[in-house]
Nanobody, 126 residues
């Protein structure tokens, strides 16, 4: 079992930057791909970014490419999402997820991830 706890979400002005963290505990963190998804009220959960367990594969959703950066520190059992130039449409609850055995093409689907955090709210004000 892997437990995930997100932090760092808050209310910011449009154009600001924010870094989210996802602290993992339990089974070996380094064996799992990590991802960020987000969900706004009335919308489906959206893929944001994913990183393989060694960090060699990194993928992003189209809406965040060039603005968000995912990273991980396996020594600290923590994944990060650095968000820059935040826009109103980035307002959502951001969830961290972990999955084992993911390969190319699998990162984008929330069904591939076994473990989920409870989410952290990011609100972008105009």
């Amino acid at each position: 079992q892997v437990q995930l706890v997100e932090s760092g979400g808050r209310s910011v002005q449009a154009g600001a930057s924010l870094r989210l963290s996802c602290a993992a505990s339990g089974r070996t963190f380094g064996n799992h791909a990590m991802a960020w998804f987000r969900q706004s009220p009335g919308k489906e959960r959206e893929f944001v970014a994913a990183i393989s367990w060694k960090g060699g594969d990194i993928v992003y959703g189209d809406s965040v490419k060039g603005r968000f950066t995912i990273s991980r520190d396996n020594a600290k059992n923590t994944a990060y999402l650095q968000m820059t130039n935040l826009q109103l449409q980035d307002t959502a609850v951001y969830y961290c997820a972990a999955g084992n055995g993911l390969g190319a093409g699998s990162y984008y689907s929330d069904a591939e991830y076994e473990f989920w955090g409870r989410g952290t709210q990011v609100t972008v004000r105009g």
